[in-house]
């Protein structure tokens, strides 16, 4: 529902959601239905490397202040956000190239705000998405006019 939020929210026909969970699907509402891809969270590559080997420590999902870590910590951080910005940018390059139209990205869930201003992809950070989604859902069944969101949606960061 975070991407039939964020076509409605954003006003555009072409929407893509990312959504930043235990697994990230990066969901297109538009043209002809929902389509996308999906792959492992920042939390399961971090909890694979920290719980599945025997060196590695568990790390704290934040950006480190360079891209070539100095440290064993470091590089995993560096490893797993700057990876997943390289990623999220790829899959939405290659979805608009195969789709033929520019998607507007909307980033969703718990570590949505860490991304914002690294993307090459411009785009809104939206962390409740898939609840005002699922409110959009019930108010087009029920047939009451959503109301406005509370706050403004941020314009589109880089």
Known sequence: EAVRGARRLMKVELATAVRMASAVPASILGLSGKHGA???GLWMGAEGLGGKTAKLPLIDLEFPTRVVGKG??????????????????????????????????????????????RLAHACQILPDLTLEGISLLYHEVAGNEFLQRPYSAQEPVH
């Open 38 to 40: 999906i792959v492992p």
């Open 72 to 117: 064993t910590v470091e590089c995993i951080q560096s490893g797993l956000l700057h990876g997943y910005c390289a990623l999220i940018d790829g899959l939405v390059a290659k979805m608009e190239e195969e789709l033929g139209h520019a998607c507007h990205l909307a980033l969703t869930g718990g570590l949505s705000g860490k991304f914002e201003s």
